[in-house]
């Protein structure tokens, strides 16, 4: 994963997450890379949120990347964890995606799908 990669999928979900927002929220992205490939994004979502990326330094893993981020869907020694694909998180305003390397994870197809799978269903999201 390269930081260009990254990039293009966060600007393709922001842009098509965009189209179910309210007017002025905006999105700030948090990523956590990780050097295997892969990385966590912290989607905050609100009225008073920048839209910007903010890049933290890489990790060894994704499990010691995810241990960096407040969340409450995994606890304990999370660093060991390994993951694959994209696993998906929401937790109040937040929007945590933890996805692997395959490229095909970063695609605007998979910015598309990530975007469906938290976006209720009688608003265009996945059934």
């Given at each position: 994963?390269?930081k ?26 948090s990523i956590?890379?990780a050097?295997?490939?892969g ?15 903010v ?21 304990g ?51």
């Amino acid at each position: 994963m390269n930081k260009s990669q990254i990039q293009s999928y966060v600007n393709n979900f922001r842009r098509r997450l965009a189209h179910f927002l309210r007017p002025g929220i905006g999105v700030q992205c948090s990523i956590y890379p990780a050097e295997p490939g892969g990385a966590v994004l912290v989607f905050q979502l609100g009225p008073a949120v920048e839209n910007d990326d903010v890049y933290k330094p890489t990790s060894s893993s994704l499990g010691k990347a995810l241990s960096q981020i407040e969340q409450r869907a995994f606890g304990g020694n999370i660093e060991n964890f390994h993951f694959g694909g994209t696993n998906t998180i929401l937790e109040g305003d937040k929007l945590i995606f933890i996805k692997d390397g395959n490229s095909a994870e970063w695609s605007d197809q998979a910015a598309a799908k990530d975007v469906k799978a938290v976006v209720p269903s009688e608003r265009g999201g996945q059934k």
